[in-house]
């Protein structure tokens, strides 16, 4: 047994990193595609609503651990051999964008419905009352629970770790499977996300405090 | 303008109305809240639309701008048919300005930016040309000193003359307005109604939803009285307030009959 020691800290530290990556990668891609979502879910077409609508309730109704699996071992099969980061980061936009496109929605429907005649009776056009009226009021309340999503994501990546992709996580486990030690390692684990996440949740509540007030 | 009792048109409108309304019917659900609605508006007419709660004046006055669809019957203003497709609601909005109840001003732009967002966007004015117009405007409703603040920081009285004001910029040919003071106490009631008079002296042809049966009756020179849907009384004020051909309206107005 080997014991456990400052090269396993500095490997564990190491791997933060890739949970940053991850999380980011997976917050940028989602953003993307949650906006899309989020503007096909109140536009005027059927079609792009009933699209986007199934789509939020697809992925929201499938377990991420699933679409990693989809995303890994699903599309090998089809030929597409993804490394398990591109795979990781597929799989969390696709959900980071289903749960951000619903968050959003609702965002811009809480502005209210008069901001949409009082700037249609000034002659602006949909994308004009949506660039200018509708989403920097919508950015205002979406804000903080965005924030509040971020940190679910980065507590999800560690979901990344069963297709073999070492973050956080995973290279908790790596150690712990040569050094017996699950209790320090697991701690240290832990400490590591909280030191990532709590910054976020301080953050998101001061946002929310900050908002409210303004209004 | 030449109604009987039941909103029909009794002579054939003027050539020169510049809102012309035609047998519209709306209905919200099951509900037909407007009932064959007819009326004409000339320029410089100031025609106040009165009635109870639920009678349907409001929603007569979301449909002349195109932000309720109607059932049957056609609105004409300043020659644009309202409703149905949007090929021509750009020149509408040219032409048509409008005030609601609750200010609706864009709370995260200064009180210039409200103003001049429209110059830009829709009018294309210069920069320099917007901020003239907004500075006129203000001037206009006394509120120069304004420009920077935020919506928020202004008394609601200040904010409906800011709202006046941005309809104003874009030089509509009629303006409607929705019920405008009814959201302020009666000190800043007063200052509201004196930049609409000012508007109406000014020969504006202004068309208001409205409770304040004393305004009406002094500065609007037309008054139409609505009732289940319908334009049940109308005519040149005096006229009507002096002697109201209907049971209804005598009692709206509470002189009895």
């Given at each position: ?56 309730q ?46 959003w ?36 309340i ?29 290279a ?16 240290l ?27 | ?39 004409d508006?000339k ?6 639309i ?30 644009h ?19 609601f109840q ?6 995260h ?64 040919q ?10 302020l ?5 007063v ?31 037309q ?29 709206f ?5």
């Amino acid at each position: 047994m080997i014991q456990f020691g400052p090269a396993h800290v500095i490997y564990i530290l190491e791997a933060v990193r890739w949970t940053v990556v991850l999380s980011l990668v997976a917050f940028a891609g989602g953003a993307v595609l949650g906006l899309l979502l989020a503007l096909a879910r109140v536009s005027r077409s059927i079609l792009l609503r009933a699209f986007s609508a199934a789509y939020i309730q697809t992925v929201q109704g499938t377990p991420l651990l699933i679409l990693l699996f989809l995303a890994y071992f699903g599309l090998s099969l089809l030929g597409y051999r993804l490394a398990p980061l591109v795979a990781a980061g597929l799989a969390l936009t696709l959900y980071v964008g289903a749960f951000l496109g619903e968050i959003w929605r609702g965002c811009i429907q809480a502005v209210p419905r008069t901001q949409w005649e009082a700037s249609d009776c000034l002659g602006l056009n949909r994308f004009q009352q949506y660039a200018y009226i509708i989403l920097p009021q919508a950015i205002r309340i979406a804000t903080p629970p965005t924030v509040g999503f971020m940190v679910q994501v980065v507590k999800n990546t560690s979901l990344a770790s069963v297709i073999g992709f070492v973050e956080l996580t995973r290279a908790g486990q790596i150690v712990n499977n040569s050094t017996f030690q699950p209790l320090m390692v697991f701690i240290l684990v832990a400490a590591l996300y909280f030191a990532i996440c709590y910054p976020l949740s301080v953050a998101s509540r001061a946002l929310e405090r900050k908002l409210n007030v303004a209004r | 303008m030449a109604f009987d009792a039941n909103g029909a048109v009794l002579a054939e409108p003027q050539g020169d109305a510049v809102v012309k309304v035609r047998d519209v019917v709306k209905f919200f659900g099951q509900l037909k809240v407007l009932d064959g609605v007819s009326l004409d508006v000339k320029a410089g007419d100031m025609v106040a639309i009165i009635g109870r709660s639920g009678s349907g004046k409001s929603t007569l006055l979301r449909c002349m701008n195109g932000l309720e669809d109607i059932q049957e019957g056609k609105i004409v203003i300043c020659g644009h048919e309202v409703g149905y497709g949007q090929s021509n609601r750009a020149d509408l909005r040219r032409d048509v300005g409008m005030v609601f109840q609750s200010y609706n001003l864009f709370p995260h732009l200064t009180v210039q930016r409200n103003i001049t967002l429209a110059l830009t966007l829709v009018k294309k004015k210069s920069k320099a040309e917007a901020q003239r117009l907004a500075e006129q405007v203000l001037d206009q409703v006394g509120l120069a000193d304004k420009m920077l603040s935020y919506p928020e920081q202004l008394s609601g009285g200040q904010q409906q003359r800011v709202a006046i004001a941005r309809s104003l910029a874009l030089s509509p040919q009629v303006m409607l307005f929705d019920e405008v003071t009814s959201a302020l106490d009666p000190e800043l009631t007063v200052e509201v109604l004196r930049v609409m008079e000012d508007l109406a002296k000014g020969g504006m042809t202004m068309i208001l939803v409205t409770h304040e049966m004393a305004f009406a009756q002094r500065v609007a020179n037309q008054v139409v009285f609505m009732h289940k849907g319908k334009v049940w009384e109308a005519g040149p004020t005096r006229e009507l307030f002096s002697s109201p051909k209907t049971s209804e309206f005598a009692q709206f107005i509470g002189t009895g009959l």
